[in-house]
């Protein structure tokens, strides 16, 4: 029923000045939470219905809120396994074969090119140098576009894959908005951050610069609950005065937030301190970037 929880508060959000709304994965997934998706064109699920999907969409546009849809495309569970028990067929539209899966993790006994970025071990990483495999992908974004109703995107683990490539999907679909979850580690020095994290934003900076689309401000996140929370505020500043985190160098392409569905919720992953969470929220609504309010704080 969440597709149609979010309904019956689109009105609530538009008063409270929202101007969009970032719903999670909606294909087949092994994974309640659509990380693990399998069935791409399949849309009833976890969260609702494609009815109850297409339907919360259109409302959505109604009221003049931009639908941002989750994207999860570096990989794909297979449907059916082959002969010596590897999980490497799939079902569906997209049909596809071991053909499709980059070789580095030989439980999946993929027969693809090697990956361009970070391999994630759980599940089938996906060979996005195929022309076949960028094909479909594209022709599936489209139809979730033009289609089922989403006007942007936010792609999940982009570490996974080439910024070039990302960069191929944005421009074959030309949404109002795309940005990426590049996520690495911060610098740190015996667990304490490190006051300098230019190297960490550069990365991310350079994901957007190759791909054309935004990113999750993960520095930013880093640098500003570790001020609040120790009452270090001398960190809000780097060395040439500025805001220490992508925000401070490209605030067009920063997506900034305090929370998200992974380090916030029920995981708790390298968590925002709830009693600053307040604070935190003055501080990325009045800077630059594009601000992300965390579901849940909405409760607060």
């Keep these: 029923g969440w597709y149609n929880r979010l309904l019956r508060e689109l009105d609530d959000f538009v008063d409270m000045g929202f101007t969009g709304i970032w ?18 064109y399949n849309l009833n699920c976890h969260f609702g219905s494609e009815h109850e999907l297409r339907r919360m969409l259109q409302e959505a546009k109604d009221r ?25 067929r799939f079902g569906g539209k997209m049909d596809w074969g071991p053909w499709a899966i980059c070789p580095e993790n030989p439980q999946f006994g993929g027969t693809g090119n090697r990956g361009t970025g970070e391999d994630y071990a759980p599940a089938p990483n996906i060979d996005h140098t195929n022309e076949r495999v960028r094909k479909d992908l594209t022709e599936w974004l489209q139809w979730m576009q033009y289609d089922v109703g989403y006007q942007g995107w936010r792609f999940d683990f982009v570490k996974g894959f080439a910024g070039e490539f990302g960069k191929h999907y944005i421009n074959s679909t030309t949404p109002t908005m795309a ?25 991310t900076i350079d994901w957007c610069d190759k791909s054309g689309g935004g990113a999750f401000d993960f520095t930013t996140k880093g640098i500003l609950q570790e001020a609040v929370s120790r ?36 995981l708790g992953h390298w968590r925002f301190p709830w009693e600053k969470v307040l604070e935190g929220y003055a501080y990325i609504l009045t800077h630059p970037g594009t601000p992300c309010v965390f579901y849940d704080h909405l409760q607060v």
Excluded at 23 to 40: D, E, H
Excluded at 184 to 195: E, F, P, Q
């Design 23 to 40: 719903t999670p994965p909606r294909t087949k997934s092994v994974s309640l939470q659509g990380y693990m998706p399998t069935g791409l």
């Design 64 to 88: 003049g809120l931009l639908t941002l849809g989750d994207i999860v495309i570096n990989h794909r569970c297979a449907e059916y396994h082959d002969d010596y028990g590897r999980w490497n």
């Design 179 to 203: 940005f990426g979850e590049w996520w690495d580690a911060c610098n740190y020095s015996d667990s304490v951050l490190n006051y300098d994290q230019d190297s960490h934003r550069q990365r």
């Design 231 to 266: 009452n270090e505020y001398w960190r809000l500043v780097d060395k040439m005065g500025r805001p220490p985190g992508v925000l401070g160098l490209w605030g067009a392409r920063a997506v900034t937030f305090l929370e998200n569905h992974d380090t916030g919720s029920t």
